[in-house]
């Protein structure tokens, strides 16, 4: 009998307790929250299937891994990529290489929107305990 009494006080108080929360944020918190700017699409480069468009795919590629080195957003395979465009070019096949270098390039922009996106990421109010 006490255990069964317990037990509804115990479901009881946790039904009340749940009815006392909100998902809306604290006002103090709600003017630091900023809404987010959706990302605009990455325009990757057009580059015909030649050599000159193979080189000009590359050249763009290592542009863009530069751009997200320079905020420590590089992704990981956007290196690997280039090399194997490089390897595919020498080879002589120019689609393949602007494929990989193409693959690359949207990496590098994405990679850098990313590491920009994120650079001011905050915990929402949602996990913090004040």
């Given at each position: 009998?006490?255990?069964?009494?317990i037990?509804?006080?115990?479901?009881?108080?946790?039904?009340?307790?749940?009815?006392?929360?909100?998902?809306?944020?604290?006002?103090?918190?709600?003017?630091?929250?900023?809404?987010?700017?959706?990302?605009k699409?990455?325009?990757?480069?057009?580059?015909?299937?030649?050599?000159?468009?193979?080189?000009?795919?590359?050249?763009?590629?290592?542009?863009?891994?530069?751009?997200?080195?320079?905020?420590?957003?590089?992704?990981?395979?956007?290196?690997k990529?280039?090399?194997q465009?490089?390897?595919?070019?020498?080879?002589?096949?120019?689609?393949?290489a602007?494929?990989?270098?193409?693959?690359?390039?949207?990496e590098?922009?994405?990679?850098?929107?990313q590491?920009?996106?994120?650079?001011?990421?905050?915990?929402?109010?949602?996990?913090?305990?004040?």
């Open positions: 009998m006490k255990k069964s009494n037990l509804a006080l115990a479901v009881v108080s946790l039904v009340a307790l749940s009815g006392c929360q909100t998902n809306e944020p604290k006002k103090d918190m709600s003017a630091s929250v900023k809404e987010s700017t959706p990302m699409m990455v325009q990757v480069t057009k580059a015909d299937a030649t050599k000159a468009g193979a080189e000009q795919a590359i050249a763009a590629a290592e542009k863009a891994k530069k751009k997200a080195a320079s905020v420590s957003g590089e992704w990981r395979d956007t290196g990529f280039i090399k465009a490089k390897a595919a070019m020498k080879k002589g096949d120019f689609k393949k602007v494929k990989l270098a193409n693959k690359a390039e949207h590098g922009h994405s990679g850098y929107q590491a920009v996106s994120q650079k001011q990421l905050r915990m929402p109010a949602y996990l913090q305990t004040n």
